[in-house]
Each structure stands twice: as structure tokens, then as C-alpha cells.
T-cell receptor, first 112, second 115 residues
Framework: GQNIDQPTEMTATEGAIVQINCTYQ??????LFWYQQHAGEAPTFLSY????GLEEKGRFSSFLSRSKGYSYLLLKELQMKDSASYLC?????????????FGTGTKLQVIP | DAEITQSPRHKITETGRQVTLACHQT?????MFWYRQDLGHGLRLIHY???????NKGEVSDGYSVSRSNTEDLPLTLESAASSQTSVYFC??????????????FGPGTRLTVT
């Protein structure tokens, strides 16, 4: 099966940097996603890591270490609109390569 | 532009009634998924499909069924609605990686209340 852990809540200051961690224990691994979900809305895709290392996309970066079962999402130059839940999710192969298991999410509050 | 839609967006029903939630995507994706989202549980997979006539059970499939008669639609049916099925339901779709990405595109969600 899949077990994914991430902090329930975090608070950070506008303009600062925040790191949201995710650890996973899976019976198979074919990639890790980060999604953003604003309250009352659908999740939207942020990043996908399949190899070890850092992937950078503007203010957002995602890191993966497969040997440690660990990932983090780094948000720089925080803006008020970054207040949202951030979902870590692991892709297959248990149940098929397209099946994704989600963590419970980290609710980030950005304060002035 | 391609999209994924769900209907209805809000539904109130009574215990024991059959309810069907619609999901329609114009991405031409082979893979479609139904999740429910509850406080403290995150997104949990109900059923999924990798193509026409293919359906598979997820981790919380009891009391739910799906059918896939075409590429665009994956309706979710609650056979006999229970109060424990009060939740927000999300439909999602993804391609099979031919474009190099496996991200799932989510519909706007359906908020279902069972009284």
C-alpha cells in the first residue's frame, strides 16, 4: 500500500520562503506530484518529480529523494494568494501506473 | 479549450435514493478517476477507468459504481445514498503519458449532502 505524510498546517509571512515536506512509504513508485488547492476549488497541478533532484518552476521548486522516500515543495517570495492547501501525491505502480495516492494535504496560511 | 466538467455542482438527496453524478471531459484522455474529499482524509480514490469498458475499484468503492461507455464520460452512481457519503466529489482525467506528463486534470467538484 501507500502511506504519505505531510504536516497538517503551516503559517508563513508574505515575502518569505516556506518548505513543505512530504514523506512516503510505497509498494512501488513511479513519480511524485504536488498539487495546489484553494478553499472550495479543485486541485491544480504544480509539479512532477520522477528522478532525484530539484525541479524549479518560477517561485515554486520541488525536490525528490527516492532513497529516502522524501520530497519537499519550496515556495519563494510568498504572496497572499499562495494561501492554500498543498497536496503531495505518489503515482503507481500499485493499481496501475496511472493511479495516484494523495496525502491529506498541508494547509498553508500566508500572513502579512 | 479542453475542459472537464461535473454536474450537478450541488446536490441534496435523501437516504436510500439512487444518485448519479456526471463527469465529462473533452481532453480525449483515456484515464478517468473519481475521488471523494473529506476533512482529515484528503482525496480518496473511489473508482477509476483506463479506457472504454474498463472500470476498477479504488480504496473506498463500497456503495458506488461507474460505467465507461465512451471516452468522454464516467458517471458515478450511488446505489442507495447514505449519510456517510456526504462529501465533495471530484472527477479527474489524465493521458497515458504520451505527452510526457501524467498530471491529472480535475473537475470543479460536486458537493453532495445526504439527509
Amino acid at each position: 500500500g501507500q502511506n504519505i505524510d505531510q504536516p497538517t498546517e503551516m503559517t508563513a509571512t508574505e515575502g518569505a520562503i516556506v518548505q513543505i515536506n512530504c514523506t512516503y512509504q510505497t509498494s512501488g513508485f513511479n513519480g511524485l506530484f504536488w498539487y495546489q488547492q484553494h478553499a472550495g476549488e479543485a486541485p491544480t497541478f504544480l509539479s512532477y518529480n520522477v528522478l532525484d533532484g530539484l525541479e524549479e518552476k518560477g517561485r515554486f521548486s520541488s525536490f525528490l529523494s527516492r532513497s529516502k522516500g522524501y520530497s519537499y515543495l519550496l515556495l519563494k517570495e510568498l504572496q497572499m494568494k499562495d494561501s492554500a492547501s498543498y497536496l503531495c501525491a505518489v503515482r503507481g505502480p500499485s493499481g496501475g501506473y496511472q493511479k495516484v495516492t494523495f496525502g491529506t494535504g498541508t494547509k498553508l496560511q500566508v500572513i502579512p | 479549450d479542453a475542459e472537464i466538467t461535473q454536474s450537478p455542482r450541488h446536490k441534496i438527496t435523501e437516504t436510500g435514493r439512487q444518485v448519479t453524478l456526471a463527469c465529462h471531459q473533452t481532453w480525449n484522455h483515456n484515464n478517468m478517476f473519481w475521488y471523494r474529499q473529506d476533512l482529515g482524509h484528503g482525496l480518496r480514490l473511489i473508482h477509476y477507468s483506463y479506457g472504454v469498458q474498463d472500470t476498477n475499484k479504488g480504496e473506498v468503492s463500497d456503495g458506488y459504481s461507474v460505467s465507461r461507455s465512451n471516452t468522454e464520460d464516467l458517471p458515478l452512481t450511488l446505489e442507495s445514498a447514505a449519510s456517510s457519503q456526504t462529501s465533495v466529489y471530484f472527477c479527474a482525467s489524465s493521458d497515458s503519458g504520451a505527452s510526457g506528463t501524467y498530471e491529472q486534470y480535475f473537475g470543479p467538484g460536486t458537493r453532495l449532502t445526504v439527509t
